[in-house]
Protein backbone atom coordinates (compact mmCIF):
# COMPACT_ATOMS: atom_id res chain seq x y z
CA UNK A 1 0.00 0.00 0.00
CA UNK A 2 1.47 3.59 -0.82
CA UNK A 3 2.51 5.24 2.37
CA UNK A 4 0.01 8.19 3.13
CA UNK A 5 2.51 11.26 4.16
CA UNK A 6 1.40 13.71 6.25
CA UNK A 7 3.12 17.24 7.90
CA UNK A 8 2.81 17.73 11.76
CA UNK A 9 3.54 21.14 12.60
CA UNK A 10 4.47 21.61 16.04
CA UNK A 11 5.67 18.20 16.97
CA UNK A 12 7.64 18.45 19.79
CA UNK A 13 4.65 20.08 21.81
CA UNK A 14 2.64 18.41 24.00
CA UNK A 15 0.20 16.91 21.37
CA UNK A 16 2.40 16.70 19.17
CA UNK A 17 4.75 14.44 21.11
CA UNK A 18 2.10 11.82 21.68
CA UNK A 19 0.21 12.64 17.72
CA UNK A 20 4.04 12.01 15.88
CA UNK A 21 4.11 8.02 16.80
CA UNK A 22 0.30 7.38 17.11
CA UNK A 23 0.26 8.43 13.13
CA UNK A 24 3.34 6.38 12.61
CA UNK A 25 1.74 3.58 14.03
CA UNK A 26 -1.46 3.99 11.70
CA UNK A 27 0.51 4.18 8.32
CA UNK A 28 1.30 7.48 7.76
CA UNK A 29 4.54 8.77 6.81
CA UNK A 30 4.99 11.79 9.15
CA UNK A 31 7.45 14.96 8.53
CA UNK A 32 7.70 15.77 12.07
CA UNK A 33 8.02 19.58 11.88
CA UNK A 34 9.65 21.35 15.12
CA UNK A 35 11.76 24.67 16.04
CA UNK A 36 14.43 21.83 17.61
CA UNK A 37 14.08 18.64 15.51
CA UNK A 38 16.92 17.26 16.68
CA UNK A 39 15.32 16.82 20.57
CA UNK A 40 12.23 14.70 18.77
CA UNK A 41 12.07 10.60 19.51
CA UNK A 42 12.84 8.64 16.39
CA UNK A 43 11.15 6.18 15.21
CA UNK A 44 10.25 3.69 11.93
CA UNK A 45 7.81 6.24 9.43
CA UNK A 46 8.53 9.18 11.51
CA UNK A 47 10.91 12.06 9.17
CA UNK A 48 12.21 15.16 11.64
CA UNK A 49 12.22 18.53 9.78
CA UNK A 50 12.56 22.24 10.81
CA UNK A 51 9.48 24.54 11.55
CA UNK A 52 10.22 27.62 10.55
CA UNK A 53 10.02 30.79 12.73
CA UNK A 54 6.08 31.72 13.09
CA UNK A 55 6.84 34.93 13.59
CA UNK A 56 8.14 35.40 10.68
CA UNK A 57 6.61 38.98 8.51
CA UNK A 58 6.53 35.81 5.19
CA UNK A 59 6.74 32.24 6.65
CA UNK A 60 7.84 29.77 3.82
CA UNK A 61 6.08 26.53 4.26
CA UNK A 62 6.35 24.97 0.55
CA UNK A 63 9.44 22.59 1.49
CA UNK A 64 7.96 21.34 4.38
CA UNK A 65 4.26 20.60 2.29
CA UNK A 66 5.75 19.19 -0.81
CA UNK A 67 4.92 15.56 -1.58
CA UNK A 68 2.69 15.74 1.28
CA UNK A 69 -1.05 14.01 1.49
CA UNK A 70 -1.99 15.54 3.99
CA UNK A 71 -1.45 18.50 6.95
CA UNK A 72 -2.30 18.72 10.70
CA UNK A 73 -1.62 22.16 12.36
CA UNK A 74 -0.64 22.15 15.76
CA UNK A 75 2.27 24.82 15.95
CA UNK A 76 1.68 28.09 17.78
CA UNK A 77 1.17 29.84 21.05
CA UNK A 78 -0.85 26.74 23.06
CA UNK A 79 -2.04 28.99 25.99
CA UNK A 80 -3.58 32.40 27.15
CA UNK A 81 -0.92 34.96 28.68
CA UNK A 82 -1.89 38.32 29.03
CA UNK A 83 1.94 39.50 29.12
CA UNK A 84 2.13 38.26 24.84
CA UNK A 85 0.81 41.06 23.02
CA UNK A 86 -1.96 40.35 20.53
CA UNK A 87 0.20 41.39 17.51
CA UNK A 88 2.22 38.34 18.28
CA UNK A 89 -0.99 36.06 18.46
CA UNK A 90 -1.75 37.04 15.57
CA UNK A 91 1.72 36.93 13.55
CA UNK A 92 1.88 32.92 14.78
CA UNK A 93 -1.84 31.69 15.51
CA UNK A 94 -3.37 33.39 12.40
CA UNK A 95 -0.75 34.77 9.58
CA UNK A 96 1.56 31.48 9.90
CA UNK A 97 -2.04 29.59 9.62
CA UNK A 98 -2.88 31.31 6.25
CA UNK A 99 0.72 31.28 5.17
CA UNK A 100 0.54 27.47 5.56
CA UNK A 101 -3.20 26.88 4.03
CA UNK A 102 -1.71 29.16 1.00
CA UNK A 103 1.56 26.88 1.05
CA UNK A 104 -0.82 23.03 1.16
CA UNK A 105 -3.01 24.29 -1.39
CA UNK A 106 -0.23 25.13 -3.72
CA UNK A 107 1.41 21.70 -3.30
CA UNK A 108 -1.94 19.45 -3.84
CA UNK A 109 -2.63 18.43 -0.10
CA UNK A 110 -5.79 16.49 -0.33
CA UNK A 111 -7.35 17.46 3.42
CA UNK A 112 -5.59 19.88 5.85
CA UNK A 113 -6.87 19.48 10.46
CA UNK A 114 -6.34 22.70 11.79
CA UNK A 115 -6.32 22.09 15.32
CA UNK A 116 -8.30 25.28 16.72
CA UNK A 117 -9.43 25.51 20.30
CA UNK A 118 -12.87 25.95 22.61
CA UNK A 119 -11.72 29.45 23.55
CA UNK A 120 -12.63 30.78 20.24
CA UNK A 121 -15.82 30.32 21.76
CA UNK A 122 -16.27 31.03 25.01
CA UNK A 123 -13.57 32.62 28.31
CA UNK A 124 -12.55 29.75 30.71
CA UNK A 125 -16.09 29.63 31.45
CA UNK A 126 -19.78 29.29 30.01
CA UNK A 127 -23.42 29.11 30.15
CA UNK A 128 -25.35 26.01 28.63
CA UNK A 129 -24.37 23.58 26.43
CA UNK A 130 -21.55 24.88 24.02
CA UNK A 131 -22.05 24.03 20.46
CA UNK A 132 -20.53 24.70 16.97
CA UNK A 133 -23.89 26.78 16.21
CA UNK A 134 -23.19 29.09 19.00
CA UNK A 135 -21.68 32.43 17.76
CA UNK A 136 -17.82 33.58 18.97
CA UNK A 137 -17.19 34.48 22.05
CA UNK A 138 -13.35 34.70 22.25
CA UNK A 139 -12.26 36.82 25.27
CA UNK A 140 -8.67 37.14 25.09
CA UNK A 141 -5.94 37.52 22.56
CA UNK A 142 -5.23 33.66 22.34
CA UNK A 143 -8.85 32.83 21.40
CA UNK A 144 -8.83 36.03 18.85
CA UNK A 145 -6.20 34.47 16.89
CA UNK A 146 -7.54 30.93 17.03
CA UNK A 147 -10.55 32.87 15.43
CA UNK A 148 -9.02 34.83 12.73
CA UNK A 149 -6.61 31.48 12.43
CA UNK A 150 -9.73 29.16 11.44
CA UNK A 151 -11.37 31.75 9.06
CA UNK A 152 -7.97 32.22 7.06
CA UNK A 153 -8.49 28.13 6.85
CA UNK A 154 -11.97 28.15 5.20
CA UNK A 155 -11.13 31.26 3.05
CA UNK A 156 -7.69 30.11 1.54
CA UNK A 157 -8.95 26.92 0.88
CA UNK A 158 -12.45 27.46 -0.28
CA UNK A 159 -12.96 26.42 -3.86
CA UNK A 160 -9.32 24.27 -3.87
CA UNK A 161 -8.86 20.85 -4.50
CA UNK A 162 -7.96 20.80 -0.48
CA UNK A 163 -10.36 19.59 1.82
CA UNK A 164 -10.15 20.97 5.24
CA UNK A 165 -11.41 20.51 9.08
CA UNK A 166 -11.06 22.43 11.97
CA UNK A 167 -11.18 21.04 15.55
CA UNK A 168 -11.72 22.99 18.79
CA UNK A 169 -10.88 20.62 21.35
CA UNK A 170 -11.51 21.53 24.95
CA UNK A 171 -8.39 21.54 27.63
CA UNK A 172 -6.51 18.30 26.67
CA UNK A 173 -4.74 15.81 29.06
CA UNK A 174 -2.74 12.93 29.65
CA UNK A 175 1.24 12.20 30.38
CA UNK A 176 3.17 15.38 30.68
CA UNK A 177 1.02 18.13 30.33
CA UNK A 178 1.16 21.16 31.83
CA UNK A 179 -0.85 24.24 32.85
CA UNK A 180 -4.13 23.98 34.45
CA UNK A 181 -4.33 20.12 34.44
CA UNK A 182 -0.55 19.77 35.65
CA UNK A 183 -1.41 22.02 38.51
CA UNK A 184 -4.65 19.89 39.60
CA UNK A 185 -2.40 16.31 39.41
CA UNK A 186 -0.11 18.16 42.23
CA UNK A 187 -2.82 18.71 44.12
CA UNK A 188 -4.15 14.99 43.22
CA UNK A 189 -0.43 13.74 44.08
CA UNK A 190 -0.65 15.54 47.75
CA UNK A 191 -1.89 12.84 50.52
CA UNK A 192 -3.84 15.41 52.11
CA UNK A 193 -7.48 15.38 52.21
CA UNK A 194 -8.77 18.54 49.89
CA UNK A 195 -12.00 20.83 50.56
CA UNK A 196 -13.21 20.32 46.82
CA UNK A 197 -16.23 18.32 47.50
CA UNK A 198 -18.81 20.88 46.95
CA UNK A 199 -17.43 22.76 44.13
CA UNK A 200 -20.02 23.15 41.61
CA UNK A 201 -18.32 23.33 37.84
CA UNK A 202 -19.06 20.91 35.25
CA UNK A 203 -15.81 20.69 32.73
CA UNK A 204 -15.63 19.12 29.17
CA UNK A 205 -11.98 17.42 29.12
CA UNK A 206 -10.41 15.63 26.20
CA UNK A 207 -8.05 12.97 26.75
CA UNK A 208 -4.87 12.75 24.48
CA UNK A 209 -5.65 9.41 23.36
CA UNK A 210 -9.48 11.14 22.51
CA UNK A 211 -7.82 13.69 20.41
CA UNK A 212 -5.17 11.69 18.71
CA UNK A 213 -7.90 9.04 17.42
CA UNK A 214 -9.87 12.41 16.42
CA UNK A 215 -7.33 14.12 13.96
CA UNK A 216 -7.13 10.46 12.84
CA UNK A 217 -10.63 10.09 11.84
CA UNK A 218 -10.71 13.65 10.68
CA UNK A 219 -7.92 12.98 8.10
CA UNK A 220 -10.24 9.93 6.14
CA UNK A 221 -13.49 10.41 6.84
CA UNK A 222 -15.16 12.16 4.18
CA UNK A 223 -18.10 13.23 6.33
CA UNK A 224 -16.39 15.64 8.23
CA UNK A 225 -14.95 17.57 5.07
CA UNK A 226 -15.18 21.61 5.46
CA UNK A 227 -16.64 21.67 9.06
CA UNK A 228 -15.69 23.09 12.81
CA UNK A 229 -15.92 20.23 15.04
CA UNK A 230 -16.22 20.43 19.09
CA UNK A 231 -13.99 17.45 20.55
CA UNK A 232 -14.16 16.41 24.02
CA UNK A 233 -14.58 13.45 26.28
CA UNK A 234 -18.10 11.74 26.14
CA UNK A 235 -19.07 12.79 29.40
CA UNK A 236 -18.22 15.89 31.35
CA UNK A 237 -17.42 15.53 35.15
CA UNK A 238 -17.17 17.82 38.50
CA UNK A 239 -13.53 18.44 39.47
CA UNK A 240 -14.18 16.30 42.57
CA UNK A 241 -14.91 13.50 39.98
CA UNK A 242 -11.19 14.22 38.19
CA UNK A 243 -9.24 14.76 41.40
CA UNK A 244 -11.07 11.24 42.36
CA UNK A 245 -10.20 9.64 39.17
CA UNK A 246 -6.57 10.72 39.37
CA UNK A 247 -6.15 9.40 43.22
CA UNK A 248 -7.79 5.64 41.68
CA UNK A 249 -4.81 5.72 39.44
CA UNK A 250 -2.84 5.91 42.59
CA UNK A 251 -4.53 3.30 44.23
CA UNK A 252 -6.14 6.00 46.73
CA UNK A 253 -9.22 7.23 48.26
CA UNK A 254 -10.57 9.72 47.06
CA UNK A 255 -9.95 12.17 49.96
CA UNK A 256 -12.45 14.71 49.47
CA UNK A 257 -14.20 17.00 51.83
CA UNK A 258 -16.74 19.65 51.58
CA UNK A 259 -16.70 23.19 52.85
CA UNK A 260 -18.80 26.14 51.69
CA UNK A 261 -17.97 27.60 48.38
CA UNK A 262 -18.20 31.52 49.49
CA UNK A 263 -15.00 31.47 51.86
CA UNK A 264 -13.03 29.64 49.45
CA UNK A 265 -13.85 31.94 46.50
CA UNK A 266 -13.16 34.91 48.48
CA UNK A 267 -9.71 33.46 49.65
CA UNK A 268 -8.79 32.80 45.79
CA UNK A 269 -9.99 36.51 45.09
CA UNK A 270 -7.44 38.02 47.35
CA UNK A 271 -4.98 35.79 46.36
CA UNK A 272 -5.31 37.50 42.62
CA UNK A 273 -6.50 34.05 41.84
CA UNK A 274 -9.97 34.51 40.68
CA UNK A 275 -10.02 33.54 37.00
CA UNK A 276 -8.18 29.74 38.14
CA UNK A 277 -11.41 29.70 40.82
CA UNK A 278 -13.80 30.40 38.27
CA UNK A 279 -12.46 27.31 36.39
CA UNK A 280 -12.64 25.35 39.48
CA UNK A 281 -16.30 26.11 40.25
CA UNK A 282 -17.34 27.32 36.91
CA UNK A 283 -19.11 25.08 33.33
CA UNK A 284 -17.48 24.20 30.45
CA UNK A 285 -19.40 21.71 28.58
CA UNK A 286 -19.87 21.32 24.84
CA UNK A 287 -21.84 19.13 22.57
CA UNK A 288 -19.90 16.34 20.58
CA UNK A 289 -22.68 16.20 18.28
CA UNK A 290 -21.35 17.17 15.36
CA UNK A 291 -18.24 15.23 15.27
CA UNK A 292 -19.91 11.97 16.21
CA UNK A 293 -22.17 12.60 13.50
CA UNK A 294 -19.42 12.21 11.14
CA UNK A 295 -18.84 8.56 12.65
CA UNK A 296 -16.02 9.25 15.36
CA UNK A 297 -16.67 8.18 18.96
CA UNK A 298 -14.49 8.67 22.01
CA UNK A 299 -11.85 5.46 22.37
CA UNK A 300 -11.66 5.71 26.29
CA UNK A 301 -13.85 7.13 29.16
CA UNK A 302 -11.79 10.17 31.26
CA UNK A 303 -11.75 8.43 34.43
CA UNK A 304 -9.59 5.76 33.22
CA UNK A 305 -7.66 8.12 31.08
CA UNK A 306 -7.09 10.04 34.35
CA UNK A 307 -6.22 7.21 36.26
CA UNK A 308 -3.73 5.80 33.22
CA UNK A 309 -2.02 9.53 32.93
CA UNK A 310 -1.12 9.41 36.82
CA UNK A 311 0.35 5.69 36.28
CA UNK A 312 2.82 7.32 33.66
CA UNK A 313 6.25 7.83 34.25
CA UNK A 314 5.63 11.32 32.77
CA UNK A 315 3.69 12.66 35.52
Same mark, same amino acid.
Given at each position: ?????????????? +??????????????????????? $????????? /??????? #????????? =???? =????????? =?????????????????????????????????????????????????????????????????????????????????????????????? +?????????????????????????????????????????? $????????????????? #????? *????????????????????????????????????????? $?????????? /???? *???????????????????????????
Amino acid at each position: MKSRRVLVTGASGF +VGRHLVPYLAKNGFEVWAAARSP $EELAAGPGI /VPAKLPD #LSDQVVDWS =GLVK =GCDFVVHLA =GIAHADRDIPEARYQAVNCDATGSLDVAARNAGVKRFVYVSSVREQCGPVADGILSEADPPGPMDAYGRAKLAGEAAVSDALAGSDTDWVTLRP +VLVYGPGVKGNMMQLSKLARLSLPLPLKTLRGRRSILSIENL $ESAILHCLSATAAGRKV #LLVAD *ETPLLVADIVASMRHGLGRQPGLFAVPNAPLASVARLAGKG $EAWARLDGDL /VVST *EALRATGWWPVIASREALAKMMQSDDP
